[in-house]
């Protein structure tokens, strides 16, 4: 019994070690079980809720890429959005068939999704090796107008993007229910959050994580600081247009007003600072509920428009302000506050 | 104006090569615009280049001084906007019932004035309320901290003024009903002179502030060496409001001085932020000389590409000549006067 005991004990602990190593702790892999099967359950089996859990998971797999750059290296990457637009309107031209566009190559959205991001991660290399040499303002700002000058030049190539007017891209599935997008989006946000998560956890981390904190003291022990930091732009830009076409396959319809302004990015910003900043999945966590919250308000008080934003704004000076580690600071305070009253008791 | 040596601003200009071909190709863009559109083109980029310039003295002057990135500047413009807007209106509509020639010559002062008082007024709350508890609790990472907070700040007014004042444009059609005057056979409307001319002596006023006054070289100070000017017994606590509250001040005046141009509406803000951003980050950080002598050069740049590309392209192709002058030159061609512009 006693020896049956022990060998439970450390069949659980190897299974908690790993579940480490891909980022989850038990009660991680729980919220997610949830997750996927809140979609089966009542109330959330309508349609328009499952459409709002997707805009969750959605929003949840950006703010991971975000917060990648953002909580490791200190680097805002203000053109966020415009990089997964510019992902989302390649996948989407790539798998063009409209005769009202000029070019109509058809490619599988399932392929296109992928060009889309190779692009969007070249783009960030370019634009982190321009920038990344100087100060974090420099590659934020420089980012914010490379945005505006993407979603110009999307405004203007009307022959291949229809400008303001709008693409509606052809659909990933041949279905018009929601739910099996959802796990297609359940999917990808597990994936952005895995890799990302093995990438901090191997060397690449430590360095990351050396370069948010001290630069000076982190080129002083032998990291080339220039590498790490465009290596990691460029990685989550590229997670940023991988995850932009599926907005454009799924949403089927891309404008660069809806999809690539500089308040997508603000949005995606403000969800991954309340999260926790580092920590990843602070703001995966908060995501869900708060696409919840902002629709109700938006569905309920629709006298008072721009009222969510105001609350996302207000939410977020507040947390910058007072409490800059997030919902995931509340959660390793609360975890650390069990511990030691457990301590003490025993 | 703060750097180590005693040398002018302009024999700095022409000892820096990038400063010197930048100049001359402007010159030489200017001219061809001109040329080729009319002079009308090259007032237009004139009153432009002073609004610009207005604005990016005010960014410049938060960052060298607070190393603020600011990005809520555009809002303190849509403020002024709005502001003027509900000054004029009605002394507008009372003017029309029973005319007063003098009233109506003084009225848009007062819009404007009072833009700027209320300009004052915000940002030495918005410092109070916002920056300084944030100071207090953490000075690492500030650079970025701060930038977050006035995305925040911008954030929550440009959706606050929707949710109270409704999406609606509200705008002027001129301050000054009066035939516009005749320069070298162009008409430029008075309200863009006005507009220039204000610009011209808020920035002159700042200037003199900045070197003649006691508390303008404490501000002076306080960027170049913030401990050492503590020592000297200035107050930060008095320092960071007042800059702050003047970078405010300024671009709500140009927000009001320009409601003929720009509608009043919450997003108004965006577009001169962008410029006036894309004039900073070109002339250097927190240069306060380089960010007037940018204003021109980005209107210049506007009002070509407008010219001879095409107004829709007005965001691409300054950006495009941006990366390739930041390749060139990576602080900006007047040189950034911030403490390390390198990663620190």
């Known amino acids: ?346 | 104006m703060k750097g180590k040596t005693s040398r002018s601003f302009f024999e700095r200009i022409t000892d820096n090569l990038a400063a010197s071909i930048v100049i001359i190709a402007t010159v030489v863009l200017a001219v061809g615009t001109g040329l080729a559109a009319g002079p009308s083109q090259v007032v237009n980029s004139i009153v432009t280049g002073g609004m610009w310039a207005l604005l990016a003295v005010g960014l410049a002057l938060v960052f060298g001084v607070m190393n603020v990135p600011h990005f809520a500047h555009g809002e303190s413009f849509m403020v002024g906007a709005y502001v003027a807007y509900f000054v004029f209106s009605p002394i507008h509509k009372s003017l029309q019932e029973n005319p007063n020639a003098f009233l109506s010559a003084v009225a848009p002062f007062l819009a404007i004035l009072a833009a700027g008082v209320v300009g004052l007024v915000l940002g030495v709350i918005l410092e109070r309320l916002l920056f300084y508890p944030l100071r207090v609790r953490t000075k690492s990472g500030w650079v970025m901290n701060a930038f977050l907070l006035t995305v925040g700040i911008s954030f929550i007014l440009t959706n606050g003024t929707t949710l109270t004042l409704g999406p609606n444009f509200r705008g002027i059609p001129r301050y000054w009903d009066v035939e516009p005057l005749q320069f070298l056979g162009v008409r430029v409307a008075v309200d863009r002179i006005a507009a220039f001319f204000i610009s011209i002596v808020s920035i002159a006023a700042l200037w003199f502030f900045l070197r003649r006054t006691r508390t303008g070289r404490a501000i002076r100070a306080v960027s170049q060496d913030e401990t050492g000017a503590q020592m000297m017994g200035i107050n930060l606590n008095f320092i960071y409001p007042l800059t702050f509250a003047l970078a405010t001040a300024l671009a709500a005046m140009s927000g009001a001085s320009l409601l003929f141009m720009f509608q009043a509406y919450p997003t108004v803000g965006l577009k001169p932020l962008y410029f006036a951003w894309y004039v900073v980050m070109m002339a250097g950080l927190g240069n306060v000389v380089g960010a007037i002598v940018g204003g021109f050069i980005v209107a210049v740049l506007q009002t070509a590409t407008q010219q001879f590309v095409g107004i829709a392209w007005e965001d691409v192709i300054p950006t495009a000549v941006m990366i390739i002058v930041l390749l060139v030159v990576p602080s900006g061609i007047f040189g950034s006067e911030v403490k390390g512009v390198q990663e620190q």
């Not at chain 1, 709008?166 to 359940?186: E, F, H, K, V, W």
């Not at chain 1, 580092?278 to 629709?295: C, D, K, Q, R």
């Open chain 1, 1 to 346: 019994m006693n020896m049956e005991q022990k060998n439970n004990a450390e069949a659980w602990g190897a299974a908690k070690a790993a579940l480490e190593k891909i980022g989850f702790s038990p009660l991680g892999l729980l919220l997610l079980v949830i997750a996927a099967i809140l979609p089966l359950v009542p109330p959330f089996n309508q349609e328009h809720m499952i459409r709002w859990l997707i805009m969750g998971a959605f929003l949840a797999a950006q703010s991971v890429a975000f917060d990648f750059t953002s909580g490791y290296i200190g680097v805002v990457n203000f053109g966020f959005a415009a990089v997964l637009g510019l992902g989302a309107y390649t996948s989407a031209i790539l798998a063009n068939t409209s005769p009202v566009l000029m070019v109509q190559p058809g490619i599988s959205p399932w392929i296109g999704i992928w060009v889309g991001a190779l692009l969007a991660g070249l783009v960030g290399l370019g634009l982190g090796w321009l920038t990344l040499r100087l100060r974090g303002i420099f590659a934020a700002v420089m980012a914010w107008f490379v945005g505006i000058a993407l979603m110009g030049v999307v405004r203007n190539l009307t022959d291949l993007t229809r400008g303001p007017l709008g693409m509606n891209p052809q659909s990933l599935l041949d279905t018009t229910a929601n739910r099996p997008y959802y796990y297609i989006i359940l999917a990808m946000m597990l994936v952005v959050y895995i890799a990302l998560r093995l990438v901090t956890r191997s060397h690449f981390g430590l360095a990351f994580k050396a370069i948010g904190q001290n630069i000076e003291a982190a080129r002083a022990s032998g990291i080339n600081p220039t590498k790490y930091r465009v290596l990691n732009f460029a990685m989550s830009c590229m997670f940023a247009g991988w995850l932009g076409g599926f907005y454009a396959h799924y949403f089927g319809s891309l404008t660069p007003q809806t999809l690539m302004h500089t308040s997508k990015t603000v949005e995606v910003l403000a969800l991954a600072y309340i999260g926790g900043r580092g920590s990843m999945w602070g703001g995966m966590l908060v995501a869900f509920p708060f696409v919840f919250l902002i629709e109700f308000l938006r569905s309920n008080l629709t006298e008072l428009p721009g009222l969510h934003l105001v609350l996302y704004g207000a939410l977020m000076v507040l947390v910058m302000i007072f409490y800059p580690n997030g919902v995931a600071g509340l959660y390793t305070w609360l975890v650390s506050k069990i511990r030691s009253a457990r301590s003490k008791k025993e």
